[in-house]
């Protein structure tokens, strides 16, 4: 009898639960477990469920157990996440957690491969013909004809430039309160700047942040003991005997 009560308590709470909302956009849910099981049973189709739901009503809100997901399509609301309200939208505790060896804690691990490229820039110097006489902001006076060089490579040890701890491979550096800033191109100068920017710069960061997210996910590198690292003089700066690298998997 106790038990024929409860079962009646529980199908009346379900049905109730289940009138409630019959008019409700959005997807149904359920006592206790909310809208998961329609989640994952559309695991599969996500994008075509979210189509369906958000054709209808442009924001959708899926209750679960615990917590809310909300979908959102519309321009305005967009442009609120990304911008009007972003220092309230950071990516998460747990999508950080799914997405750390990609995007690390800058954007994309842009500060590890910005630093390696500060210290060890693909072109080392990159010399300008001069056109006309000319003085340069600090006075030096440069001729026509001559040559004027700007130097990636020491530009990025210079202490001037870059502090105390400028020999130092220092990821952080670029790093504001957990956001990656970029350095003046002037100062990090391994694009070059101005109106003759590297126009490759944008595909040479997605490639490289590729190749790192990859090989790190899956292997670990050290480097050969007493393997000697010297750079070959040449345009850009390549390695006078390779760099010999120990590779393990990770477990
Ligand atoms: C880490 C990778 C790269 C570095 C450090 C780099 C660096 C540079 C530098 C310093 C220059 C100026 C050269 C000069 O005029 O003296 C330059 C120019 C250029 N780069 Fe890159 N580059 C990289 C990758 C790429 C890639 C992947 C592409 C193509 C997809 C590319 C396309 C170009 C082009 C077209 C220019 C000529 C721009 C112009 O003169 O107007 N670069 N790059």
Not at 67 to 79: F, K, Q
Not at 165 to 180: C, H, I, N
Request: net charge positive; hydrophobic share 40%.
């Amino acid at each position: 009898m106790g038990i024929c009560l409860i079962a009646c308590a529980i199908l009346s709470w379900i049905l109730i639960h289940r009138w409630s909302q019959r008019n409700n956009r959005g997807p149904k849910t359920w006592p206790l477990v909310e809208a998961a099981i329609e989640q994952l049973l559309n695991y599969d189709r996500m994008h075509d469920w979210l189509f369906k739901h958000l054709s209808q009503s442009k924001t959708v809100v899926v209750p679960m157990p615990f917590t809310t997901y909300t979908y959102i399509a519309v321009p305005a609301n967009v442009e609120h996440v990304l911008k009007t309200n972003f220092a309230n939208y950071p990516k998460g505790e747990a999508y950080h957690s799914y997405t750390e060896v990609l995007l690390g804690d800058g954007i994309f691990n842009v500060d590890v491969i910005t630093e390696t490229l500060r210290l060890n820039p693909a072109v080392p110097q990159d010399p300008k013909g001069i056109l006309e006489d000319d003085v340069l902001p600090d006075g030096t006076r440069v001729k026509a004809e001559g040559m004027v060089t700007y130097m990636p490579y020491l530009m990025g040890r210079m202490e001037y430039n870059w502090g105390s701890d400028a020999a130092s491979f220092k990821p952080e550096r670029r790093l504001k309160d957990g956001v990656f800033q970029n350095a003046s191109p002037f100062k990090f100068t391994a694009f070059q700047a101005g109106p003759r920017i590297c126009l490759g710069k944008d595909s040479a960061y997605l490639q490289m942040k590729m190749a790192l997210a990859i090989l790190c996910r899956f292997f670990y590198f050290n480097l050969v003991p007493r393997h000697p690292v010297k750079y070959r003089m040449m345009t850009i700066l390549s390695m006078e005997h390779g760099l010999k690298l120990n590779v393990n998997k990770r477990l």
